[in-house]
Nanobody, 122 residues
Framework: VQLQASGGGLVQAGGSLRLSCTAS????????MGWFRQAPGKEREFVAA??????AYADSVKGRFTISRDAAKNTIYLQMNSLKPDDTAVYYC??????????????????WGQGTEVTVSS
C-alpha cells in the first residue's frame, strides 16, 4: 500500500492550495483517511479527517480547510483557503484500517504518505 501526496507549494497569506493524496494497493472507501501536518520544530498535529458519515477538523483550520474524498479515484483532497503563515508545514496524508475512533490521533492510522510541503509567506 502506498499513499502519494501532492499539491504543496509556496503561496502568499490569504491564498489557497489543494492537496491530493492517492492510495494504491487497496481501497479505503470504508475507512478513515486524514491529514496531519508538522511545522518546523513542532510535533505532528491533526488537521482533518473523514470517514463515511463523519468529518473532523482541528479548531485551527475549521472554516478554512475542507476535506473531501473521491472514492472512484481512491483519493482524498484538502482544500486550504485563507492560508496563514502558521499553516506552513509538511502535510502528511494517512489511512486507517478501522471504521471507528475519532481519527484525530496518529496511532489510529496504519499507512502514511511521504508528505508535501506547504509554505505560506506573509
Amino acid at each position: 500500500v502506498q499513499l502519494q501526496a501532492s499539491g504543496g507549494g509556496l503561496v502568499q497569506a490569504g491564498g489557497s492550495l489543494r492537496l491530493s493524496c492517492t492510495a494504491s494497493g487497496r481501497t479505503f472507501n470504508n475507512y478513515g483517511m486524514g491529514w496531519f501536518r508538522q511545522a518546523p520544530g513542532k510535533e505532528r498535529e491533526f488537521v482533518a479527517a473523514n470517514r463515511s458519515g463523519m468529518v473532523a477538523y482541528a479548531d485551527s483550520v475549521k472554516g478554512r480547510f475542507t476535506i473531501s474524498r473521491d472514492a472512484a479515484k481512491n483519493t482524498i483532497y484538502l482544500q486550504m483557503n485563507s492560508l496563514k503563515p502558521d499553516d506552513t508545514a509538511v502535510y502528511y496524508c494517512a489511512a486507517a484500517l478501522t471504521n471507528w475512533g475519532t481519527l484525530r490521533t496518529q496511532t489510529e492510522y496504519r499507512y502514511w504518505g511521504q508528505g508535501t510541503e506547504v509554505t505560506v509567506s506573509s
